[in-house]
């Protein structure tokens, strides 16, 4: 397993489409976090899973925003009606459910919304 | 409502030197501390982690504090190299904030090693 991968890497769009991406998280996490990153600072907790349930959502992630994790494996990130200020780096990070091992990132999903 | 503060938000400094970043944060109830580093565009990288029962950890020319008591750490980088410019971001698990054993971030300091 080489870590947390996350795809597209690159998405550009024009506003109002909608948008989905996906997380691979490391096979033996049963944990899953979203997380969003503006320019010039750090990330913003989204919304975590533990295994297939969604446990907690942010107030960040309005009703145009969805995630899945369907079979506790991987998970989609999907945007509705994207508007110019959810242009961001979307971040996916897992852990195993002993936290205090720590997290691992992917590479995340840069939204550009035109 | 945990808050993390990272100073300095910049950091430019020649080669070779030896510096230390600082990391704050208002809630010391916190499970565990990590320094990631996240170069221009790219994901986040973990240098340590610090679990709450822990004080420091060590790996290669990078050294971590964590003193929770007064709400702080340290991350100390030695013999600074032009590799090491990048972001440098702490994040803590636990306290009010980042969602249950999600992360609370600071805002980064960013850091120029000059060759």
């Known amino acids: 397993d080489t870590g947390v991968s996350q795809d597209p890497r690159h998405k550009i769009t024009k506003r109002g489409q909608n948008v989905t991406f996906r997380c691979d998280p490391i096979s033996e996490h049963n944990r899953l976090y979203w997380y969003r990153q503006t320019l010039g600072q750090g990330p913003e907790f989204l919304t975590y899973f533990q295994n297939e349930a969604q446990l907690e959502k942010s107030r960040l992630l309005s009703d145009r925003f969805s995630a899945e994790r369907p079979k506790g494996s991987f998970s989609t990130l999907e945007i509705q009606r994207t508007e110019q200020g959810d242009s961001a780096m979307y971040l996916c990070a897992s852990s195993l459910h002993e936290a205090n091992y720590g997290y691992t990132f992917g590479s995340g999903t840069r939204l550009t919304v035109v | 409502k945990q808050e993390v503060t990272q100073i300095p938000a910049a950091l430019s400094v020649p080669e070779g030197e030896n510096l230390v970043l600082n990391c704050s944060f208002t809630d010391s109830a916190i499970y565990n501390l990590q320094w990631f580093r996240q170069d221009p565009g790219k994901g986040l990288t973990s240098l340590l982690l610090i679990q709450s029962s822990q004080r420091e950890q060590t790996s290669g020319r990078l050294n971590a504090s964590l003193d929770k008591s007064s709400g702080r750490s340290t991350l100390y980088i030695a013999a600074s190299q032009p590799g090491d410019s990048a972001t440098y971001l702490c994040?803590?698990?636990?306290?009010?904030?980042?969602?249950?054993?999600?992360?609370?971030f600071g805002k980064g300091t960013h850091l120029i090693i000059q060759p």
């Open positions: 994040a803590l698990t636990g306290g009010s904030g980042g969602g249950a054993d999600g992360l609370t």
